[in-house]
């Protein structure tokens, strides 16, 4: 009783303290869609809509990681550059640092420099033979998200 006060409001208390027990099994349903389950939609919808709900906020580096990502949607170029931008920024990319991350057991240094850790910043803007081989195919080395962003990522 005092988790259900706890956890609804009065009236949903009495709501659900009418109900009786069914013959059916319980299972777990996602509470933003009408048909309880999970979409890529409601979920981008939750995430977009987190800092607006009450006591529910998101710090100022989690919102500014939020609008680099969203405004890598709306980037005009092909959609898999998009999807790598995002997957870059979001820290998804399979470079050691983040593979040992996830568990994985390889080996942390660069393979192409073997000078420092093989992390998604080093591989794409600091490791001199990758930038070299990116200045031959004119590929901005440069990011296009100011350094200082950088760090909230
Ligand atoms: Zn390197």
Not at 3 to 28: A, C, M, W, Y
Not at 59 to 87: E, G, H, N, V
Not at 90 to 116: F, I, Q, W
Request: charged share 20%.
């Amino acid at each position: 009783m005092d988790t259900l006060n706890s956890l609804f409001p009065p009236n949903e208390v009495r709501r659900i303290q009418k109900l009786t027990p069914g013959r059916g099994t319980d299972h777990n349903i996602w509470a933003y869609t009408d048909h309880g389950s999970y979409t890529v939609k409601s979920g981008y919808w939750l995430t977009a809509n987190r800092g607006h709900r009450e006591g529910d906020s998101r710090s100022p580096a989690d919102q500014t990681a939020f609008d680099i990502k969203k405004s890598i949607w709306k980037t005009p170029t092909l959609p898999k550059i998009r999807l790598f931008m995002w997957r870059d920024v979001s820290g998804a990319l399979a470079v050691a640092e983040r593979l040992n991350t996830r568990g994985m057991n390889v080996d942390p240094m660069c393979k192409l420099c073997n000078n420092a850790s093989e992390s998604i910043n080093h591989v794409l803007f600091q490791c001199h033979p990758a930038q070299d081989m990116l200045q031959t195919i004119a590929f901005p080395t440069e990011p296009a998200i100011p350094r200082s962003l950088l760090e909230f990522i």
